[in-house]
C-alpha cells in the first residue's frame, strides 16, 4: 500500500489512515485510488471494524487545493465522479466504519466522514462545507446527499450557502458527529467504540447497515419487506443463537460470524 494512505489490521480492528499530514491529508487525485484500495483491502480483510482517521493534527482537508487548474468539463466530470469512489467504498462495505476526527474535516473530508456510520470528535475539531468560498457548489462529496438526512434541510442549507464551519459541541449539538471528548482522549474513545463494535455480531451488523442506507431511497412498503428478509437471514444464524444463550445465561456473548 502507498504511503499515503496505511492500512493496519489488528484485534479484529481495520484501521485506514490518510498519511499526508504535510498537506492536512488532502486528498490529491492520485490519492482517491489508493484510498480505495485501501478500503475495499479493510472490507476483505477479517476485521470486523473498520476505522477512517487521518495522521498529524488534522483529519482531511478535503481535495488539495494544488490541483485547481483549468480543465475541460469532461476532465472535470471525470475527476469529481472519481472522488466519490470512496464514499461508495465506506457505505458499501459490510462493515461498520468509524471516522475519528480530530483538526480540520471539511469539504471531502467532511464528505468521508459523513459516510462513515459512527463519528467520534476530539473537541478541537473543526467541520464544515466551505465549497462555495471559493465559489464551487455546496454539494460536493457528497455533502448534498449525507449532510441535510444528518442535520436536518434548514440547518444543510446554511452551512452549505455559507461555508461555515462549526466546533465539535455544535457539530455534536446537530447531530452531524455522535461523540465529542478532549483530545487527548480521543485515540482512546475511538479504540473503545472499535473494540465495542468488533465483539459484536458481524452478520447482523452487515444486515443492519445494508437496511439503513437502502432505507433512504425506498419507500416505507419496500424498506418492511428489506427488513423482513433481512431479520430471516440474522433469525438463522449461529450468532443469534449464541446472542440468545449469552443473554439467558447472563454472560457475554462470542460471534464468530456464523
Known amino acids: 500500500m502507498n504511503s499515503e494512505v496505511l492500512v493496519d489490521v489488528s ?77 461508495h467504498a465506506i457505505v458499501g462495505m459490510d462493515k461498520p466504519v468509524i471516522a475519528a476526527l480530530h483538526g480540520d474535516t471539511v469539504g471531502g473530508g467532511l464528505g468521508l466522514a459523513m459516510a462513515c456510520d459512527i463519528r467520534i470528535a476530539a473537541r478541537g475539531i473543526r467541520l464544515g462545507a466551505p465549497f462555495t468560498k471559493i465559489g464551487l457548489a455546496g454539494c460536493d ?15 444543510a442549507q446554511e452551512l452549505m450557502f455559507t461555508g461555515r464551519l462549526v466546533d465539535a459541541e455544535e457539530a455534536l449539538g446537530m447531530g452531524l458527529v455522535h461523540r465529542v471528548v478532549d483530545d487527548a482522549d480521543h485515540a482512546a474513545e475511538v479504540a473503545k467504540w472499535a473494540s465495542r463494535l468488533a465483539a459484536g455480531p458481524p452478520i447482523a451488523h452487515a444486515w443492519t447497515k445494508r437496511a439503513i442506507h437502502r432505507s433512504l ?25 449464541e446472542g440468545v444463550a449469552a443473554f439467558q445465561e447472563k454472560r457475554r456473548p462470542e460471534y464468530h460470524g456464523a
Open 11 to 87: 484485534d479484529g480492528i481495520a484501521t485506514v489512515t490518510l498519511n499526508r499530514p504535510d498537506r492536512l491529508n488532502a486528498i490529491a487525485i492520485p490519492t482517491v485510488g489508493r484510498l480505495v484500495e485501501a478500503l475495499e483491502e479493510a472490507a476483505a480483510s477479517p476485521a470486523r471494524v473498520v476505522v477512517l482517521a487521518g495522521s498529524g493534527t488534522h483529519f482531511c482537508a478535503g481535495a488539495d487545493q494544488a490541483e485547481m487548474e483549468p480543465r475541460s468539463p469532461q476532465d472535470w466530470e471525470s475527476i469529481v465522479r472519481h472522488y466519490l469512489d470512496p464514499i
Open 141 to 155: 462529496m457528497s455533502a448534498g446527499w449525507f449532510l441535510p438526512r444528518l442535520v436536518g434541510l434548514g440547518t
Open 217 to 241: 431511497g425506498v419507500d416505507m412498503a419496500a424498506e418492511f419487506e428489506f427488513e423482513i428478509f433481512a431479520q430471516v437471514q440474522c433469525l438463522q444464524t449461529a450468532d443469534h443463537r
